[in-house]
């Protein structure tokens, strides 16, 4: 499964981006979607994942209420909003999917395919 982050750059602290995850020809309903972050000289962490079946959503304690993950109206597309960013969220974003049961939504572990990243970077 190939998957094609999007949207990433730079923005001033409280501002907002809204990052896309592509699978060329495929359907992503079918799969859990979790979208991670990755700092210089940090580990790849989780933050928020779309499950496949319920729909239901997972966010790190740092995001939640700022970040939203959602599917597109594009059945190949999932999208990760992010609102009042701030300097700690800048990192490269990763998308990562999945099929089956989702033990773990946001641990890199549980994932099969990956995309290449996107930079977010949020400076003043």
């Known amino acids: 499964v190939q998957l094609v982050e999007s949207g990433g750059g730079q923005v001033q602290p409280g501002g907002s981006l809204r990052l896309s995850c592509v699978a060329p020809g495929k359907v992503l309903d079918y799969f859990a979607i979790g979208w991670f972050r990755q700092a210089p000289g940090k580990e790849r962490e989780g933050v928020s994942c779309?499950?496949?079946?319920?729909?239901?959503?997972y966010y790190a304690d740092s995001v939640k209420g700022r970040f939203t993950v959602s599917r597109g109206d594009a059945r190949n597309t999932v999208y990760l909003q992010m609102n009042n960013l701030g300097f700690e969220d800048t990192g490269v974003y990763y998308c990562?999917?999945?099929?089956?049961?989702?033990?773990?939504?946001?641990?890199?572990?549980?994932?099969?395919?990956w995309g290449q990243g996107v930079q977010v970077t949020v400076s003043s």
């Open positions: 779309l499950s496949n079946g319920d729909g239901k959503t």
């Open positions: 990562g999917a999945r099929v089956g049961l989702l033990l773990r939504p946001l641990e890199r572990q549980e994932y099969d395919w």
